[in-house]
C-alpha cells in the first residue's frame, strides 16, 4: 500500500539560510499534518491542513511557514534557520472525508543546521 | 486533550504478551483512546484506538476499563521488532479546536528480549 513520502530524507543547511520539506500524503488522504521531533524529545505537533486549508496550529515558529497544494502535498517552509531547528520532521496525512481519522506518518526528514 | 500516564519502561520476553497500561483518569465523553508507537528515529506508527469498546486488530488488543480512566494495549506475541516507544493518546475524534493533532506525551519504551 502507499505511504506518506518525504524529501528530502536529509538536510544539511547553515545558520541564517532556508529550507523546503516536502509531503506526499497517501493518496485520497485530504488532511496533512506536520511534527517536529528534537534530539531525545517527543514529536511536537506544528501545523495541520485539511482541504488546502490552515485547520490546526502548535507550536510553530514564526519563521516557519506551510502550505497544502490542489494535490494535497504540503510543503513546510523554514527560513533564517537555528542551531535549535535541528530535528526530525515528520508529515502525516489522514481522510477526514473517509472518516479515517488514525494518521499515517512519513519516515521523516532530518534536518542538520550548522 | 485528556492527560495521559505511562509507565517509563517495560520489558518483555519474546513470544510472550505484552501488556501496556495507560492511565487517563480526565478522558471526557467524546474522547478517543489511541495508540502509536514509534521504533527508533523512525515515523509513529498507528496500532489501535477505541472509544469503550474492546477493540482487536491485526497488530494488537486494546482493553478500555469500564470507567474509561485506564487502558491496556496488549501485543499478544511479542517479537524483537515490537522494541519501541508506545504512546497512548486521548483525543477527540472530530470536532473542536484541536481536532486531529495528537499531543504526545512521555510513552513507554517497551525492550523485547530473546
Given amino acids: 500500500a502507499a505511504g506518506v513520502i518525504q524529501s528530502p530524507r536529509h538536510l544539511i543547511k547553515e545558520k541564517r539560510e532556508t529550507a523546503t520539506l516536502k509531503c506526499y500524503p497517501i493518496p485520497r488522504h485530504d488532511t496533512v499534518y506536520w511534527y517536529q521531533q528534537g534530539p531525545g524529545q517527543d514529536p511536537?505537533?506544528?501545523i495541520s491542513f485539511y482541504e488546502k486549508m490552515q485547520s490546526d496550529k502548535g507550536s510553530i515558529p514564526d519563521r516557519f511557514s506551510a502550505q497544502q497544494f490542489s494535490d494535497y502535498h504540503s510543503e513546510l517552509n523554514m527560513s533564517s534557520l537555528e542551531l535549535g531547528d535541528s530535528a526530525l520532521y515528520f508529515?502525516?496525512?489522514s481522510s477526514r472525508r473517509?472518516?479515517?481519522?488514525?494518521q499515517y506518518f512519513g519516515p521523516g526528514t532530518r534536518l542538520t543546521v550548522t | 486533550d485528556a492527560k495521559?500516564?505511562?509507565?517509563?519502561?517495560?520489558?518483555?520476553a519474546e513470544g510472550r504478551a505484552a501488556n501496556l497500561p495507560c492511565n487517563h483518569s480526565t478522558i471526557s465523553g467524546n474522547e478517543y483512546v489511541y495508540w502509536y508507537r514509534q521504533i527508533h528515529s523512525q515515523g509513529p506508527q498507528y496500532i489501535i484506538h477505541?472509544?469503550?469498546n474492546n477493540e482487536t486488530n491485526e497488530m494488537a488488543s486494546l482493553i478500555?476499563?469500564?470507567d474509561r480512566k485506564s487502558s491496556t494495549l496488549i501485543l499478544p506475541?511479542?517479537?524483537?521488532r515490537d522494541t519501541a516507544v508506545y504512546y497512548c493518546i486521548v483525543r477527540v475524534e472530530a470536532g473542536g479546536t484541536s481536532y486531529g493533532k495528537l499531543t504526545f506525551g512521555q510513552g513507554t519504551i517497551l525492550t523485547v528480549h530473546p
Fill in chain 2, 64 to 66: 478500555i476499563t469500564e
Fill in chain 1, 91 to 93: 508529515c502525516a496525512s
Fill in chain 1, 98 to 102: 473517509q472518516a479515517t481519522y488514525e
Fill in chain 2, 50 to 52: 477505541g472509544l469503550k
Fill in chain 1, 44 to 46: 511536537q505537533f506544528l
Fill in chain 2, 77 to 80: 506475541h511479542a517479537t524483537l
Fill in chain 2, 4 to 12: 495521559t500516564t505511562q509507565p517509563t519502561s517495560m520489558d518483555c
